[in-house]
């Protein structure tokens, strides 16, 4: 009898039965030193300069990357021209095979993506390897099918792409966020330059080597890394027909201003300061686990986390007893142990911003409570914390920290808590816990947010459209209204 040989299979499943060990991150194939890629290669960057990125957890350097100055975001944008060309007129079939092509790539080194995604910006293993890398595909999977279906999606119009796009993306979720600005782009026919945020490159630059792999037309996707000159560079551009940016308040106003009176066309993505509102008649343990998730995940480095928590007078007391308890039991620690609740703080930097909020709670008169956990001694961490009696004029309450720190404030009636949830300059999401499906709909209609979960939180899928109101932006990402701003008509 011959013997089977096995078939090679290709893991496009993402439920693991494990996480990685930390002794498997040596297995992980990463550079010492990173360059940009342009025009389907990887170059030196003009200034022949390099930057450091550092593992949050362990302090330690992980590899050096390319700082890309005007020069090179110049010679990005002249290849993303050049293939604009093309690529925009090769038919859309072929357009989404591509796409398809990326998505299944990123299933197929799904674990290498998890691991460098926690190892370089502390997310705990759990969240990029079940939440992060299968959603970055999905989003890839999605806008494939939509290539060939545009004329469907605009009845009566004639949609046309707008040529190149400079995509400009933070720390946060930095695989997921470049996978929320190339698709869209992608399956409407543009090409793009994107820059990853500084301490997080390397998921963006793995992705990178993939597109490459992927035989994508040299030029369609260009990744150039670098600081915020990078990215104003991107913004200054002339020949950039749209500016995407997922980042901070402050940031996005500076772009707005910047590309006033030229004819680019801009999304910005921006902060956020969520209510999650519990009543009284709320399934209270579930509504627990909504609020730990919506301020916890991801150290509450979140734009749309739940960082102001509304509880009704009535079951305060024992919401809180029961949400400290809760507290006590999240593990902060090692991000790549698969156990961890908590991953580390992604920077120096923004762990004492962290810090500084910290102070600022306590002496504004807000009651801080810790979990009792250890904090290990090397590393950015953060115990999770909350502002128990918190105002409305705190500055804890009306600023966002992004970090696992949740303001508590009490009410009493569903108009007093609509007006304090909407008395914020900030309009991205909310969370609503009740067992009255009426007052979700009343709700959902008052609250100035981009978008509301009803009875869950941090919920993300790619056909919902997400984006935010106010000081959080304007534009839309995901689903069919994410199409819109890669097309004129
Ligand atoms: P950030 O400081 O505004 O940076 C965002 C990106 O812009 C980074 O790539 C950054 O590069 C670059 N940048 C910095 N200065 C720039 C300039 N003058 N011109 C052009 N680009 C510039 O924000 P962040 O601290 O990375 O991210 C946290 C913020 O993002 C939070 O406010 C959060 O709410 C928001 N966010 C919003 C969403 C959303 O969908 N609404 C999603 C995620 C995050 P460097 O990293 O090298 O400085
Ligand atoms: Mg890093």
């Known amino acids: 009898m011959t013997k089977k040989t096995k078939e090679p299979k290709l893991d496009f499943t993402t439920d693991w039965a494990y996480a990685p060990a930390p002794e498997d991150t040596k297995h992980i194939s990463l550079k010492k030193q990173y360059d940009l890629f342009i025009n389907g290669e990887f170059v030196k960057p003009n200034s022949k300069k390099y930057f450091a990125t550092y593992n949050p957890a362990t302090e330690e350097k992980i590899a ?32 989404g095979k591509y796409i398809y092509r990326i998505a299944r790539l990123i299933q197929e080194r799904a674990r290498e993506f998890a691991v460098i995604e926690t190892m370089d910006g502390g997310k705990p293993i759990r969240e990029s390897r079940d939440i992060d890398v299968p959603l970055a595909a999905n989003h890839f999977f999605y806008y494939a099918g939509w290539t060939d279906k545009l004329e469907y999606a605009f009845p009566n119009r004639t949609p046309k792409p707008l040529g190149v796009a400079g995509q400009i993306i933070p720390w946060n979720f930095p695989l997921l966020m470049a996978a929320w600005k190339i698709a869209p782009a992608l399956a409407t026919g543009n090409t793009v330059v994107l820059k990853p945020a500084e ?149 120096k930097e923004q762990l004492s911003k962290i810090n500084n909020y910290l102070k600022i709670g306590k002496e504004e008169g807000a009651d801080i409570y810790q979990s009792s956990c250890s904090i290990l001694g090397k590393g950015y961490f953060c115990k999770p914390t909350l502002f128990l009696n918190a105002s409305q004029s705190h500055r804890v309450v009306q600023e966002e920290i992004f970090g696992p720190v949740l303001t508590v404030q009490t009410f009493r009636t569903i108009e007093e808590v609509i007006e304090k949830a909407n008395n914020i300059p900030y309009g991205l999401s909310a969370g609503v816990w009740t067992d009255k499906g009426s007052k979700i709909f009343n709700l959902t209609s008052k609250l100035r947010a981009g978008v509301v979960w009803a009875n869950t939180y941090n919920k993300f899928d790619p056909t919902s459209p997400f984006g935010g109101y106010k000081e959080s932006g304007f534009g839309r990402e995901g689903g069919l209204h994410g199409l819109m701003p890669y097309l004129k008509f």
């Open 199 to 347: 301490t997080t490159s390397l998921t963006a630059l793995k992705l990178a080597e993939l597109i490459r792999d992927s035989g994508l037309p040299d030029g369609v996707v260009n990744i150039i890394t670098g600081a915020g000159r990078t990215g104003t560079a991107i913004v200054k551009h002339p020949d950039i027909n749209k500016i995407a940016f997922t980042g901070s308040t402050d940031v996005g106003k500076m772009i707005q201003k910047a590309i006033a009176g030229t004819d680019k066309k801009l999304t910005l993505e921006l902060g956020g300061k969520a209510a999650n509102i519990i009543f009284e008649d709320a399934p209270i343990d579930q509504a627990v686990e909504g609020i730990v998730n919506g301020i916890f995940f991801n150290q509450g480095h979140v734009c749309c986390a739940g960082s102001r928590l509304f509880v009704q007078e009535s079951v305060a007391d024992v919401v809180i007893r029961k949400l400290k308890d809760r507290m006590e039991t999240l593990i902060v620690g090692d991000p790549l142990d698969k156990n961890t609740d908590i991953g580390a703080i992604n920077s």
């Open 64 to 95: 050096e990357v390319a700082e890309a100055d005007e020069k090179d975001v110049d010679t990005a944008v002249k290849a993303a021209r050049k293939a604009f060309d093309k690529w925009s007129k090769i038919s859309a079939k072929e357009r």
